[in-house]
Each structure stands twice: as C-alpha cells, then as structure tokens.
C-alpha cells in the first residue's frame, strides 16, 4: 500500500514533499525510495515516541523530522520560501479528531499545496473524510485497496480551492 501511495503523490517527480501522521515511517521509506536525489521530505508527528523512532531509524538527509502538529506545515513552507508543496501525505487518523480540527489541518495542507500538487490521504473509514476534502479541493478521488488488511481508502485531492 505504501507503494501504491508513492505512486499517487507522484514522487518519481516531486522535490517537495510532506507527510502528516508518519508513524513508524513505513510509508516514510517508500516515499524517500521513490523520491529524486534532490528531493525533501518534511515528517510531521506529534507522537514523542515516534518522532524517536523515526529519528533512530532512517537516516537519510531528505529526511526532515518535524514535531508539530500538521497545521504548522504553513510555517514550514515560508520558512523555506517554497510556492507549494508537490505533494502532501497523510495517515493521520482522522476519524479520531473533531470536525474543527480536520478542517483545520485541511485549509493548512490546501494553503500549501502547489496548484498541480496532490494531496493523498489513507483512511479506513469509507466516508468520513471524503465531504470535507471537497470543501477544500475541487477535485476528490476515491480508491479501494483491497490488497491491505483491513481494506483501506485511499483519497486523492487536487486543485486547492482559492477560499480554503
């Protein structure tokens, strides 16, 4: 699955990247397997112990672990003085946090996204996440990855909206 999800955010072709929700980084190392030589991959996790984790364990200098919450990856971008990310990554389990907060990381990761960047999310819910990726993005894909268990979604968004 988390080559399949590589493919969607298109990292053969990406230089900036972020992942939201990054865990123990088994999504992490295929993105950065897949990502160019002069690519940069920005983690964000709030978890204290998976930041460690993450840290101890990947060394790779593409790699930037970040121990915030998604919402600052705002300041990560005009930190760095980029337009937008190519592609923003997310297994945050969204279905564990409120409405407002959702919306929140959402409008963030809208606000940063290149205009032909992708925003790819992984859920297991079928229809949790799906109506507010619209409010956001003009465009929401939904596939179904049987090939996990369980099954899970996979959504693919493009096309920030200018009011996000």
């Known amino acids: 699955m988390a080559r399949r999800i590589a493919r969607l955010a298109g990292m053969e072709t ?3 990247v972020v992942e939201l929700g990054p865990g123990t980084g088994a999504i992490t190392r295929e993105l950065l397997a897949a990502l160019p030589d002069d690519g940069q991959l920005w983690a964000f996790e709030v978890y204290p112990p ?3 984790h993450l ?3 990947i060394d790779d200098p ?7 919450s998604a919402e600052a990856i705002v ?3 005009e930190a760095q003085g ?4 190519d592609a923003i ?3 945050v389990p969204f279905t564990l946090l409120e409405p407002a907060e959702i919306t929140k990381i959402l409008q963030a990761a809208a606000r940063t996204l290149h205009p032909d960047g992708v925003f790819v ?5 079928p229809r949790y996440l799906a109506p507010l990726l619209r409010a956001q993005f003009a465009d929401v894909k939904r596939e179904v990855y049987l090939w996990n268990i369980p099954p899970a979604l996979l959504l693919t968004a493009r096309g920030p909206r200018e009011n996000a």
């Open 82 to 85: 980029l337009p937008g990310f």
């Open 62 to 68: 593409r790699l930037t672990v970040v121990p915030e």
């Open 89 to 91: 990554v997310s297994a």
């Open 14 to 16: 990406a230089h900036t």
């Open 121 to 125: 999310a992984l859920q297991y819910h």
């Open 75 to 77: 300041e990560v971008r």
């Open 55 to 57: 840290r101890a364990t």
């Open 50 to 52: 998976f930041v460690s």
